[in-house]
């Protein structure tokens, strides 16, 4: 009888197994970027302060964030009383706000009967921040947290075993602000969907972006209704810190974006959007090579171009002493009017004939002629490289969203032959994004760490069964 030692369970990887998962996933951790990263890509990292609350107020009138405004009225201030006051004699002063009073009926607004699309009808002559009924209103709906560090046995359970891939995705509030409207969480590792809800937002919705966000408002209603959604951006984040601790890795494309739509820090991130954007750097790195040096050129055309005039007018300066100190009529060409032009290479010359006052004139128009054509009077054509820039913009074609070499679509198709995003109208799936997303992590792994290795399709099942028996100290 065969004994357990000698078994060969499928959950139980060899020795050999262990050192290449172990070599996985200490690739995996090297992946998760710094806050200097981070910062430069346009993460949260810390907590809202007072200022940026302030800044997160919205105009009364347009409704657009007062952060906007903010340096426009410090620089208003320093202005002198005499400049920053209007004018007695300015009746119609300027208005920086501009909006429409009334509201959308029927596409029609009934402030001024004008369509939807309109421009505002009326305006105030500075913005005002709207009021808030709490003081603390701003802060409940934009502040950011972090990952706690949670005694949840369901977190500190699974977090040191799980590695996670997110995406969300967004509909547009009334007040114009992205609002989370469906978050999808996978293991790593399995593929296991551990959250894949809808979300009904806190701040009423304008409209989900079907076309981008793949959610209907007949889904958003029927979750609602049968009470199958959650409600809010803190019991979505919650849902997710189900499975979170502060050094869980979660993977994503973009992620700053999924993190900001629930207000979320977390710092143990990898994204495969920036790992796609290090990778093409030495391409864009040579681009901006080629750039470099086409202005470096532009620029050394230019400086010989002026050398040749400020040369042309030195020569032109003392070839006109010299005609003065002949007695000759000197008028510089490029200063002249045409008529004048036509005369001043009149050259005048005194003949006497015997008799005092008798002259005669002479015209030189074969000097005429030279001077007057001469390219030393004649202004340098100087190409600079905005010249060069604009004699050779090519107008702009408009790019389908998500159509970028970075975006997860073309990722996806390129660097796994696989597509994604292939509903048109209907709109994206967070679940094959979440799982494009982790794809794209694990290729970059293989390529960089596992050059020449064979990484068969049961890999991700050995790791998974290597974790569940404790095989790697996270």
């Known amino acids: 009888m065969e004994s357990n030692s000698q078994r060969n369970d499928a959950n139980h990887p ?23 990263m981070l910062l430069k890509q346009g993460y949260q990292v810390e907590p809202l302060t007072a200022s940026d609350f302030k800044g997160l107020k919205r105009c009364s009138g347009c409704n657009k964030p007062m952060k906007k405004f903010l340096r426009q009225y410090q620089y208003q201030k320093n202005i002198s009383s005499a400049e920053s006051n209007p004018s007695s004699k300015d009746s119609n002063p300027k208005l920086q706000c501009k909006f429409h009073p009334g509201l959308p009926v029927n596409k029609i607004w009934t402030c001024c009967r004008q369509h939807v699309s309109a421009d505002p009808c009326s305006g105030l002559p500075h913005h005002v921040a709207a009021d808030y009924p709490r003081d603390d209103q701003i802060e409940k709906i934009h502040q950011f947290h972090i990952t706690p560090k949670s005694e949840n046995r369901k977190v500190w359970q699974f977090s040191d075993r799980y590695r996670l891939a997110i995406d969300c995705e967004m509909g547009t509030g009334k007040a114009g602000d992205s609002e989370l409207i469906r978050v999808t969480m996978i293991d790593y590792f399995t593929g296991v969907t551990l959250v894949d809800r809808l979300v009904w ?33 803190e019991n979505a984040r919650k849902a997710v810190w ?5 050094d869980t890795i979660v993977v994503g494309h973009g992620l700053q974006n999924d993190l900001k739509s ?34 470096e050129k532009q620029r050394q055309i230019r400086a010989r171009a002026l050398e040749e005039k400020k040369t042309a007018e030195k020569a032109d300066k003392e070839q006109a002493e010299k ?29 006497t004939t015997g008799s005092p006052g008798n002259h005669r004139c002479r015209f030189q128009t074969k000097s005429m002629l030279i001077q007057q054509n001469s390219p030393r009077l004649q202004k340098p054509a100087i190409s600079t490289p905005i010249d060069i820039a604009q004699s050779q913009k090519q107008p702009a074609k408009p790019k389908s969203r998500g159509s970028g070499d970075l975006s997860l679509k073309t990722l996806t198709l390129v660097k796994l032959g696989r597509e994604i995003q292939t509903a048109e109208k209907k709109g994206h799936d967070s679940l094959e994004d979440a799982i494009a997303a982790r794809d794209l992590v694990h290729r970059w792994i293989t390529t960089n760490y596992y050059s020449g290795e064979e990484v068969d399709g049961d890999f991700f099942a050995r790791l998974s069964g290597y974790l569940k028996i404790g095989g790697f100290e996270s």
């Open 14 to 36: 060899s020795p050999s197994d262990n050192d290449s998962h172990q070599r996985y996933l200490q690739a995996l951790q090297g992946l998760v970027h710094d806050a200097d």
């Open 201 to 233: 937002p806190d701040a009423e919705l304008l409209h989900p972006n079907t076309r981008f966000s793949g959610v209907t408002w007949a889904q958003l209603n029927r979750a609602r209704d049968t009470r199958t959604c959650i409600f809010g951006i």
């Open 242 to 246: 189900d499975f979170v601790g502060p």
């Open 262 to 295: 629930l207000r979320w820090i977390h710092h143990a991130v990898v994204d495969s959007f920036i790992l796609g954007w290090i990778e093409q750097t030495p391409i864009r790195e040579a681009k901006e090579a080629v750039v470099r040096a086409e202005i």
């Open 323 to 351: 005609d003065k100190a002949e007695g000759k009529l000197v008028v510089d060409a490029r200063h002249a009017t045409p008529f004048s032009t036509a005369i001043a290479q009149i050259s005048w010359q005194h003949f």
